[in-house]
């Protein structure tokens, strides 16, 4: 009797994600957002370089969810429309709170002197 490589493993592969926190997509036992795969993936990355990029990534995690996504986009493209709605609520947000101009080294310091944070050093 002649076995096989596959003789006694199923033919399916479980997608490496898990939700943390919910609504929240992540690759294999990582932490790292299923949106930073999929992004990096669509901008050319290949699998090894999306590991190099994510060290706590495992390669063949890469290849499971980018070969899921390659044969079933649909969820993965309203998964992803979605975190951009999410952003862009978080920018407005954080716009309208005046948090997002930059602000130089010397406006941080002029803050923190005003709050009693940091000693003036002209008077030293």
Not at 14 to 32: D, N
Not at 87 to 112: C, H, I, N, Q, S
Request: charged share 25%; aromatic share 6%; net charge neutral.
């Amino acid at each position: 009797m002649t076995m096989t490589l596959l003789a006694d493993r199923p033919l399916t592969l479980a997608i490496p994600l898990h939700e943390e926190p919910p609504g929240v997509l992540r690759v294999g036992k990582s932490r790292v957002l299923l949106e930073l795969v999929i992004r990096a993936f669509q901008r050319g990355q290949t699998p090894e370089a999306i590991v190099q990029s994510f060290d706590t990534l495992r390669l063949s995690d890469v290849y499971a969810v980018v070969s899921y996504y390659l044969a079933n986009p649909a969820p993965f493209d309203e998964y992803l429309q979605r975190c951009d709605r999410e952003a862009d609520a978080v920018r407005l947000k954080l716009t309208a709170a005046g948090m997002t101009d930059r602000v130089g080294k010397e406006e941080l310091l002029a803050r923190a002197r005003a709050r009693g944070l940091l000693r003036n050093e002209a008077a030293d």
